[in-house]
């Protein structure tokens, strides 16, 4: 393809998305399609020659577009929302057209730099510790990671690494697969599965501690879990914490939490996926407290701080702790800058050795949205899940699970668990919004959550409105299978007492 | 940022791709900036209100576009190639458009299905065994990986996590940490340094083996390894080989390789980041020998298949067995397909939870492009390299060190290692080049790699009057350096004398 075409093809595209989100609330969230529906549309091979670029556009609408599930769509009320903005879109064409691969100064200075340089307008933005900045002394900074699973992975395997080093040290008795045998890592039972897995990957055991009723992992139940598991001689390494968990919106208390860690030398990571963007509000600084002592923290750009996914923000109190650990240099890698202060060489922060220039969304999205802008996004979410809570509250058939937590209500129908299970099915099956369950001890709940490019007033008025009428259909069907169940018992009885009556007669 | 406004900011964009894409030759491919350089050029904080696109675009021009590399120039001629090109840039203008996170089906069943379409399409394309086809029966499918590095450290960690499920069944004697503490892999001191570093995240000792003078990695060093690890008690789990090693380019001995691995129950990873396109030329068809024997295998679209970073497909014979390793599912992620035939949930096959779209861009990319262009880039590359080869050989002040491979000629200057040293340094600091240098034993050499988005012969021959060029100051300076040297030992010689004679004349 030339450059002429690629004008003519990329400017389509454009159009496309801008129609798409213009248009967006007229589809379905949901697809209408059953597993397999692109297998018959689609030929088995490639094509052997060149097709033009409009009948390739016209495929994407028609065989791409009725397979979406329409995470931009207002109706999107599941999982956490995953931003995008036009801004953002923008900052990926013009990385793309660069098209480097950023894993060390060499590769394009630019690609390092603004990194540092919007990872630190970042944490001043969010009012983080100084220790968090490149431009402060210290060997501490912010990086781009590709997911908030490889952020905690990456301090999993950091702190593993750290752990067996010290070890080493002070216990040369140890080998070191006794060592690796004994390391023991720390969580909530409310943290994502991404923690867990993190464990798996890691090969450190990952204690998934319970916490109370108010599912807040504190450091007193990790002092009880530490105290325990030393006293087996293993050897705790990490604890994750929470600032608003997947199913609830949660906040662990960093600040206990990290007084236990400290006392223990064991690392703090914070997993701030989703809630870490609501540190840029001073109504939630308390939020802010302990973070002064956390190792590590990462929290997603791509959930509601407007920036395309892939883009995790993730800050060492100390880099050299990672870099130490992942090191693995080769002469064709080197470059004359290495290892200067303030010029940190990326790929030894992160798991694989290529990286986009992502920072060059973020610098775009930041700059044309700007700190007020976004922020205010942050409290129009706030706002409209506060305006579906009251509508909730005014319904005496519903009760909340917990409290509304920026973007996030949990609620369920009162009764039980197969209530909320049936109406979410027929939500479902209707795909007009989209929801999705969780659980908390044996209770089912629905979560709604704030999504889309561009929520409105009037898209929780119509997810309400939903909510509302589906709620109705489950009550009516309670209700008709109610009667039909008096009707079979009326009709039995009857039958028998006809069977005696007739016998009767014939005797 | 309004949608009208989008599409202003966004067709600007497309311009100055394409502009920036048809005057890359006017840049140098190495920028002229300190460290540091856009520290000085951006304020120190975000800022609070809004900025029109105009300025921010032309700020991309004015400070960013100084401090790249230019990866996509044809005076590229680092590491290896970076595909880009114009289809695959409009496939992630669509895919940001969607902005959907397909972990799983339901997430969006097209960002699912289009990646088995094309993993199965490219499988087909490269002529690979067919259990490795998703639709064919059995366990076997292709996905794609972020980068080479996580996939081949999903292969150590899924092979790592098999070995110890196994060893627990069949020797319930032993602990668990009994079992990690003796499992081992293997490559060659040549793989690439993501192989190594696998071996550090997924704490398994990667024992990184020396090759012969033919830099291959063959059965025989191999069994000899896992025999003496054996004899030591250890469980030897995984051998990554490679098809296309970082430094030369040298090709593992896959079928020898694979009959030990298979003896010795360990998985066979094959790395063939770079050469793994070649696969798709029937005159490189030798290379496919041994591969319907290996346990998995990926590959790098974003090398020379035309496809943007971040795009490595990897197929596994057996997806269950990083599934089977990497499950953790919570009630939020379930739906009502999960788990049916050939759809899989990508999320059990990868680290990360989350995932883009990617699939988007490789079908726009093969349907705009077609097989047989694909097979023509590839082909234009070896040309290329070909052209390069030839006119060294041509020259007898330099030496090949390997044979050319694709897209590679690895060479150095006769003479000792600083000559290489030295002509590098001249050349990179004239930018005018990029090549980088790399070590075989304790010979310096040489890697000039064929790259950027659009190569042609006259860039080839560009880049090679430059090297000769440079050769002839090398060669100039150590000429002066010489005669200086003559110059001043007759010169000492002379004053030496001059002494004599005077002190003769004193006496």
């Known amino acids: 393809m030339d450059a002429k075409t ?42 052997e020659n060149p097709e033009d670029w409009q009948s390739v556009l016209k495929d994407v609408d028609r065989v791409i577009k009725p397979g979406m599930t329409h995470w931009q769509s207002p109706n999107m009320h599941a999982y956490y929302p995953t931003a995008s903005s036009f801004p953002s879109i923008v ?25 540092v340089v919007v990872m630190d307008w970042l944490a001043k933005f969010l009012k983080l510790p100084q220790h968090f900045l490149h431009s402060t002394e210290g060997p501490g900074g912010g990086i781009i990671q590709g997911s908030a699973s490889e952020a905690i992975l990456v301090a999993v395997m950091a702190a593993r690494e750290q752990a067996v080093k010290n070890m080493k040290q002070s216990h040369p008795e140890m080998s070191e697969s006794d060592i690796r045998g004994k390391l023991i890592a720390y969580s909530s039972d409310q943290s994502n599965s991404c923690v867990e897995k993190a464990g798996v990957l890691a090969a450190v055991p990952m204690r998934l501690l319970s916490v109370g009723d108010d599912l807040i992992f504190n450091g007193s139940i990790l002092e009880k879990a530490i105290e325990e598991d030393k006293a087996k001689g293993l050897i705790p390494i990490i604890c994750i914490a929470t600032m608003g968990t997947t199913g609830t919106c949660a906040f662990d208390d960093i600040t206990s939490l990290a007084q236990v860690c400290n006392r223990n030398n064991v690392w703090l990571h914070v997993d701030a996926a989703y809630a870490g963007s609501a540190l840029a509000l001073d109504e939630f600084s308390e939020l802010r407290n302990g973070l002064e002592l956390v190792d590590s923290l990462n929290f997603n750009l791509h959930k509601f701080l ?118 979410l099915s027929l939500i479902t099956e209707r795909k007009k919004i989209y929801m999705i369950q969780a659980k908390h001890r044996d209770q089912h709940f629905l979560r709604f959550v704030v999504c889309g490019m561009d929520p409105k007033e009037e898209d929780v008025d119509f997810a309400w409105q939903e909510i509302q009428t589906q709620m109705d259909v489950v009550l009516d069907k309670k209700l008709v299978s109610a009667v039909k169940a008096d009707v079979n018992s009326i009709s039995q009885q009857f039958s028998k007492e006809l069977n005696i009556s007739n016998s009767e007669k014939s005797k």
């Open 306 to 423: 407007m920036v395309n996914f892939d883009c995790t923000a993730m800050w060492l109190r100390d880099a050299n702790k990672v870099v130490d650990s992942f090191n693995v240099d080769r002469i064709y890698l080197k470059h004359k800058y290495e290892g200067q202060t303030q010029i940190p060489d990326f790929r030894h922060w992160q798991i694989p050795l290529g990286r986009r220039f992502r920072a060059l969304k973020v610098w775009i999205t930041f700059r044309t949205v700007g700190a007020e802008g976004l922020r205010a996004n942050l409290r129009k979410h706030i706002a409209l899940a506060e305006r579906f809570e009251k509508k909730l509250l005014a319904d005496p058939r519903f009760e909340m699970v917990t409290k509304r937590c920026l973007g996030l209500v949990c609620f369920r129908p009162k009764g039980d668990n197969k209530r909320t299970t049936d109406l």
């Open 6 to 47: 690629f004008r003519e093809f990329g400017k389509a595209a454009i159009d496309y998305v801008a129609d798409y989100m213009e248009t967006i609330r007229e589809c379905d969230v949901l697809p209408s399609v059953e597993p397999g529906y692109l297998f018959d549309l689609l030929p088995k091979d490639m094509p």
């Open 91 to 115: 900052g990926d064409i013009l990385c793309n057209g660069f098209s480097v691969i950023g894993f060390s100064w060499i590769c394009s200075p630019a690609c390092t730099e603004l990194e």
